[in-house]
């Protein structure tokens, strides 16, 4: 069964710094990860998607990387922005089920 | 391109009454998803559907909780009979089949008194 998890819960940085949100899942059968941020009582909008032949993605201040081997998948953001402060949370589709499986985000809080 | 739409955004219902959750994907999409959020919780997939069939239904509830999306017009997220515990927000997503990214509607507040 698919388990997916993300380390920290919460991360309080000041502006201007480079920060690594970490995701990690048990099963390295996978289709692709995918993440997203989440604002309070909003819905959830995509950041970036990696396919599992790929090793990474890039937008903008954002790159993530994907390890299938050793089940990680990491999200950096460079240059930290106080707009940047939300939820993240990355998910996993399995390649046996064809279902997105969620981690339980990290809180991020980027202070001015 | 409209993104995903999903309506009411709000609903609020007595205990006993049905709850219907409607969802319009994204042009293009034949993929629908449907997640729960609790308060303070992540979210849990409930459902997978393509057009005229439930592909994966495996975090929906044995009981009360229905869902389909026809051929035409949205897909609908039913639950009969609402009890507090199915106070929540609820997401769906819509994907294409050739990268199943998923894009977000903004979710219905369901609110059961």
């Known amino acids: 069964k698919q388990e997916v998890t993300q380390i920290p819960a919460a991360l309080s940085v000041p502006e201007g710094e480079n920060l690594v949100l970490n995701c990690s899942f048990t099963d390295s059968a996978i289709y692709n990860l995918q993440w997203f941020r989440q604002d309070p009582g909003k819905g959830l909008t995509s950041l970036l998607l990696i396919q599992s032949s790929q090793r990474e993605q890039t937008s903008g201040r954002l790159n993530a990387s994907l390890d299938k081997s050793s089940g990680r998948s990491t999200l950096y953001i460079a240059a930290s922005q106080p707009g940047d402060s939300a939820t993240y949370l990355c998910?996993?589709?399995?390649?046996?089920?064809?279902?997105?499986?969620f981690g339980t985000g990290t809180r991020l809080k980027v202070l001015a | 391109n409209a993104g995903v739409m999903q309506n009411p955004r709000h609903l609020v219902r007595r205990r006993g009454q049905e709850a219907r959750l409607r969802c319009s994907p994204m042009?293009?999409?034949?993929?629908v998803y449907w997640y729960r959020q609790l308060p303070e919780e992540g979210l849990k997939f409930m459902v997978y559907?393509?057009?005229?069939?439930?592909?994966?239904e495996s975090g929906m509830p044995k009981e009360r909780f229905s869902a389909e999306f026809p051929k035409e017009g949205p897909s609908i997220l039913r639950i009969q009979q609402v009890v507090r515990g199915d106070s929540a927000a609820y997401f769906c997503?819509?994907?294409?089949?050739?990268?199943?990214?998923?894009?977000f509607g903004p979710g219905t507040r369901l609110t059961v008194t």
């Open positions: 998910a996993v589709r399995t390649g046996r089920t064809y279902k997105y499986i």
């Open positions: 559907l393509q057009k005229e069939n439930i592909i994966d």
């Open positions: 997503a819509s994907s294409r089949t050739d990268t199943y990214e998923q894009y």
């Open positions: 042009k293009g999409h034949s993929h």
